[in-house]
Every structure is written in C-alpha cells, then in structure tokens.
C-alpha cells in the first residue's frame, strides 16, 4: 500500500518542491495550505496526478485526516510575509504544530518540522552547529518568526518525551529556487529579479553580511532523507549548504550570470538583521550521508531560468504581485 503523507505549506515554495518528490517516491501526497503565500502555480503540475490532493486549510485550526507522515512546513517564510501579520506568524506556528502533533499522536505518525536557522538568531559561534543555542531578539520584528519557530521546536521534543512521539526536527537554512516568489523579499529572488529587469541591485548595509546557500533539490533530498532515516534521529538536524558568501558578492555573481548592467545600491541595513550565517553539517554528512550537490552557480543559472521564463509572461508576472490578502 502507498504511504500517506500530509505536506502542511504544501503550495509554497519548499512544499510545491516536496509534493513532486513525495510523488516521484510512490506516496500519497495530501497538501495543505491556507495560500497566504502559497501560489496554485507552484502545484499546477501535479493537480492531474491521481495520488495528489488538495486542501485549503489554516493549521491554526485542527484537521481531521488519515495519514501516515506528516511534514509540517506551514508558515510565511521571508520577513516581509511573516511581519505582516505577525501574531497570525505566530500563531501558524505554536498553534499549527500543536494541531499537527496532535494529529500525529492520535494517528501514531512520524511528524517533521521545519525549523529555521532562524533559532540562532545574530549568531556568535560560527559556523552554526545544533548545539548552539542562539541569540535571539525576542521584542524585535523577526522575533513573530524566530521565537515561534523556537517555541515549535520546543513542543517538539516535549512531545517527544511526554508521548513518545516519532519527531524530526530540519534546521533549515537559506534555500532558493524555482517556485519562489518574485516579490517575497528574499534576497535570491530579489537580486534576480531586479538584474533581469535592470534595475538597482539593493543591497543592505555595506553588503559584508553573508549567507550560505542551498539549492532547493538538495534541501529536498535532505528532508526526505531525515524523515526516513531509520534510525532514532535525537535532536535537531542542520540542512543547508555551507558555502559562504557576502551579499554584494552574490548581487555581483548574479549580475555576471544575466549578464546585467544593473549596479549595486547601498539601503540601511533592517533591524535584527544577522550578519553572518553558515551550517555546520557534519550531523547531516554523519546521519543521513547528507551533502548538498549543487554549485551555487548551477543552482543560480536554474533559478534565473524560471524567473526569466515567469517574467517574460506579462500575464503572468500580473498574477504574481503579491497583494496581502484581507
Ligand atoms: N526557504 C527557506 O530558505 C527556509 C529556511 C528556513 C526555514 N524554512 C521553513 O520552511 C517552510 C516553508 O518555507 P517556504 O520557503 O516554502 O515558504 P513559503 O512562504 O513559500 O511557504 C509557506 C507555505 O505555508 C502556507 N501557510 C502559511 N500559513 C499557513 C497556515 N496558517 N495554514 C496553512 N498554510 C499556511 C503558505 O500559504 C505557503 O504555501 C516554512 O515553515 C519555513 O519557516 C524555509
């Protein structure tokens, strides 16, 4: 029989990607989304397959379905999504994971959360290692994200130990790649949007804060392998790619491969921002011989490929502005 699996955020960008690889492997897939950022694009391609379905649902009210694994990745992702209405931030991610917990209790489900390198906040240990407990602000903007996602981690564990609950928890980091939103404010996204229009390439504050960048196929295989690893996986798990690399390099390394005469624009940099951020894996490499494969380069050139495509359809690009819903 085919596994059953639930993808809660299924619509967005990360969720649309899990879907198609949850089919490729012979599951059921059940997507659930409110479609506050979610898109119908990101899943068009897969509403004709038999063993896909959809649910327009928010996980802040509890579901009632059968499954057999659940991966729990509804919640706004970028800044500008998740403080625009950062109590519903909130509370799609306390009260959607004891919804979602509590649905993996009573059905005796594996159960996956999307955690964030977010729970280190403005990190002082470098790189970033699951052992570190963070800085985080928790009065600032980004706290709606950074805190509720550490409160998630948190019933986690406790229904680890208190239910004996089968618990895997992704600390993922900055991923990119097609089914993003042009206009999320993430700085992929933003950068190759503004270089293919030419446009000034924003950058925040001197543009020496770096990231690290995981392509979205990789991330992908990284969570499926966590979720099915077969042996008890205590604690959380880093899922990034370690290659480091400051803003204005990427705004420069995206310009050459458009082949764009935007220039780069100094902005003040927003509050809370980190200044730097990098995975340690080696948990990931030990566990689920997890390293990620694509080249930044490699990965940018697909990525660029679909907002070149998703722009040159003025239809299109139309549909995509994001209006806040009501
Ligand atoms: N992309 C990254 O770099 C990254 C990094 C760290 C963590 N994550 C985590 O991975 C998950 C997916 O991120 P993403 O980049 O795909 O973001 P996204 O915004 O594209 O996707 C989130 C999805 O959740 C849905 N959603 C939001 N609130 C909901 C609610 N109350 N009920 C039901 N659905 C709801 C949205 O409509 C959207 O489809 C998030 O939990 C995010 O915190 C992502």
Redesign the pocket.
């Known amino acids: 029989m085919k596994k059953r699996v639930l993808v809660?955020?299924?619509?967005?960008?990360?969720?649309s990607h899990l879907c198609a690889r949850l089919l490729k492997q012979e599951c059921e897939v059940l997507c659930?989304?409110?479609?506050?950022?979610?898109?119908r694009r990101?899943i068009e391609g897969l509403l004709n397959e038999p063993a896909f379905e959809v649910v327009r649902?928010?996980?802040?009210f509890p579901l009632y379905v059968e499954v057999d694994e659940i991966y729990?990745?509804?919640?706004?992702?970028?800044p500008l999504?998740y403080q625009r209405d950062p109590i519903?931030t909130t509370?799609?991610s306390v009260l959607?994971a004891i919804n979602m917990l509590g649905l993996a209790k009573r059905l005796h489900a594996r159960i996956l959360q999307?955690?964030?390198?977010?729970v280190y906040g403005d990190p002082e240990v470098h790189p970033q290692p699951e052992d570190y407990r963070g800085i985080v602000n928790m009065t600032g903007p980004r706290a709606c994200?950074d805190e509720g996602?550490r409160c998630t981690e948190t019933l986690f564990f406790d229904y680890h130990r208190q239910h004996k609950l089968d618990i895997r928890v992704a600390?993922?980091?900055?991923?990119?790649g097609p089914?993003?939103?042009p206009q999320?404010g993430?700085v992929v996204s933003t950068f190759i949007v503004q270089a293919l229009k030419g446009e000034p390439i924003t950058v925040f504050g001197s543009g020496t804060q770096t990231r690290s960048f995981?392509y979205v196929d990789d991330l992908i295989d990284g969570l499926t392998r966590l979720m099915n690893a077969s042996s008890d996986v205590e604690g959380p798990v880093n899922l990034g790619n370690p290659t480091e690399m400051t803003m204005s390099e990427l705004a420069r390394l995206i310009i050459s491969l458009t082949g764009s005469r935007s220039r780069l624009e100094f902005r003040p940099l927003p509050q809370d921002d980190p200044r730097q951020r990098r995975p340690d894996i080696s948990r990931a490499r030990e566990l689920l011989h997890w390293t990620p494969q694509v080249s930044v380069e490699e990965g940018l050139g697909k990525t660029i490929e679909y907002f070149d495509n998703l722009l040159a359809d003025p239809h299109e690009a139309d549909k995509l502005v994001w209006r806040f819903p009501q």
């Open positions: 809660t955020g299924g619509a967005g960008f990360l969720g659930v989304d409110n479609f506050f950022t979610g898109m990101n649902h928010d996980v802040t729990n990745l509804a919640c706004p992702a970028s999504h519903q509370k799609t959607g999307a955690s964030t390198s977010e994200y996602k600390r993922i980091f900055n991923t990119y089914h993003m939103h999320d993430r995981c």
